[in-house]
């Protein structure tokens, strides 16, 4: 495979270069190379079933990505799992993949009443102290999967999106061509590992010669911690979702006096707001803003724009871009028809970087992939159009909610309420008695203001809301935020706040 010839030759030529580095720990090409032989080395000498993957557990350890690399150059993908999953959603991971093995390379103890043989790194190390040449005809290749991330899926029970060898190369391939970050740059690793955000910064890393600069949840827990790790960091790309870079706007010393060497600013996972965009633009002039988007079953993201101030002029909600060479996109109606342009249907992602679908689940699978003149087709769910060559992206197709009668969508009430001088944030939950919704609930971390009481603030936004929407889509509930709940992958977390709501 490209890459891990890529990282090879890396290790080969600039063994000194450091390939990744935390909190705790760094380590070079050469070493990560090294090391992750000797978990290659020790797995192919294991009794396990061929193309099994392996689930490998921590948080933002280098281990973890040795880890990975040694699994893959075994003929394994690899399950990444953060600590901050839960016990029995890992326990059901374990029991979908049908995994012979965990790699447990946290601190901490994985305790699951599961017949799994768990080893930690340390262990396999001990085992296989020597460095062995791996032949590489036993890396995973082609078709063959090369990581398994598990999403929630609407039974409650988590579903793994297998991506290949061959997807990862089409999206590592179009990152270091159409992106300004090849050259040995120092990237941001915000993203744990379980969250295929992680990957936009990983693998273009490695294959371009950059460094990794991880953060954890307990750097991002503690505000005054995290910046004085960017003050030393020499970050060049930024990767991560809008609402950590939205929390980290909120401290005035965010700009370029902190981070001076940043040069480009990429985005996925989430809608970036204009309102973002332009205090990027303000605080670092020189840096270039990308805006993506993409799903896990397509490789991380497929389009591309930058945003100019030209663009973040002209729209009131930012184009997500042109796809990738590569990459054919369709938006259709309910009846599966082709949209004229400007019309807002369902988009459909056609290319080599589309999964062959979720891992043991068939059924499913028949439901979202397919095939189109030979290619691979994947139904998103996401409800978009195109303009002049640039897709909008307008929010799930089921995010689309009838309250009263009246179809609207949660984003769209979003975004009005966002403009409003009084608001920083927002996010609007339907609450739902009896499986209907009953009324919507907008969570707000309010702007600077002069009202005394929080009914005379709701009373300001309302009349706002008033003269741009109707009636019926302005929430009834409003409650108010010194920051809203995010998620461990760095997204609001629209349960927990719906859970708050509902007490």
Not at 7 to 15: F, H, M
Not at 124 to 145: F, G, K, T
Not at 319 to 347: A, M, R, S, Y
Not at 412 to 425: F, G, N, R, W
Request: glycine share 6%.
């Amino acid at each position: 495979m490209k890459l891990l010839s890529a990282i090879k030759e890396l290790a080969n030529t600039k063994p000194e270069t450091l390939a990744y580095v935390s909190p705790e720990n760094e380590i070079t090409y050469g070493e990560l190379w090294k090391q992750s032989e000797r978990i290659t080395a020790y797995l192919l000498k294991q009794d396990l079933q061929s193309n099994l993957p392996v689930l490998v557990y921590g948080h933002m350890e280098p281990e973890m990505l040795i880890s990975f690399l040694g699994c893959v150059k075994a003929g394994h993908p690899y399950i990444p799992v953060d600590t901050s999953i839960p016990m029995e959603r890992v326990v059901k991971i374990i029991e979908s993949a049908k995994t012979e093995l965990v790699i447990n390379v946290s601190n901490q103890p994985l305790l699951i009443e599961n017949q799994v043989p768990i080893l930690t790194f340390d262990e396999i190390l001990i085992r296989q102290a020597a460095v062995e040449m791996v032949d590489s005809s036993n890396w995973v290749d082609q078709d063959d999967n090369f990581y398994i991330i598990y999403t929630s899926g609407s039974t409650g029970n988590p579903k793994g999106v297998q991506i290949s060898a061959n997807n990862l190369q089409s999206f590592v391939d179009w990152m270091v061509k159409d992106f300004p970050i090849n050259g040995q740059l120092n990237f941001l690793n915000q993203a744990p590992y379980s969250f295929d955000l992680s990957v936009m910064d990983l693998y273009p890393a490695l294959a371009s010669g950059g460094s990794i600069f991880a953060i954890t949840k307990e750097m991002i827990a503690r505000p005054k911690i995290l910046f004085e790790a960017f003050k030393k960091s020499s970050i060049q790309v930024w990767t991560s979702t809008p609402s950590f870079v939205q929390m980290c706007l909120m401290d005035p010393s965010f700009n370029d006096e902190l981070l001076p060497e940043v040069s480009v600013f990429l985005f996925c996972g989430e809608i970036l707001p204009v309102s973002i965009a332009q205090q990027l633009m303000e605080r670092f002039p020189k840096a270039t803003i990308f805006n993506t988007y993409g799903p896990t079953e397509a490789t991380v993201a497929i389009t591309i724009v930058e945003v100019t101030p030209e663009i973040a002029e002209a729209y009131h909600s930012l184009p997500v871009g042109k796809p990738k060479e590569d990459t054919q996109l369709l938006l259709v109606d309910e009846d599966g028809n082709q949209v004229p342009e400007g019309e807002k249907g369902e988009i459909i992602i056609i290319g080599p970087s589309v999964s062959k679908g979720y891992l043991g689940q068939p059924e499913l699978t028949n439901k979202a992939f397919y095939q189109l003149n030979g290619k691979q087709a994947y139904r998103t769910g996401d409800a978009g159009y195109m303009e002049k060559g640039l897709l909008f992206y307008k929010g799930r197709i089921d995010f689309q909610i009838k309250l009263h009668g009246y179809r609207m969508e949660l984003e769209e009430i979003e975004h009005h309420i966002a403009k409003s001088k009084y608001v920083k944030s927002v996010v609007v939950i339907p609450i739902y008695q009896n499986d209907k919704i009953e009324y919507l609930s907008a969570s707000i971390v309010p702007a600077e203001h002069a009202f005394d009481k929080e009914y005379q603030l709701t009373s300001a936004i309302k009349n706002e809301l008033g003269e741009v929407l109707p009636a019926y889509m302005i929430p009834r509930k409003f409650s108010y935020h010194e920051e809203l709940p995010m998620t461990p992958n760095g997204k609001v977390d629209r349960k927990q706040i719906r859970d708050k709501v509902m007490l």
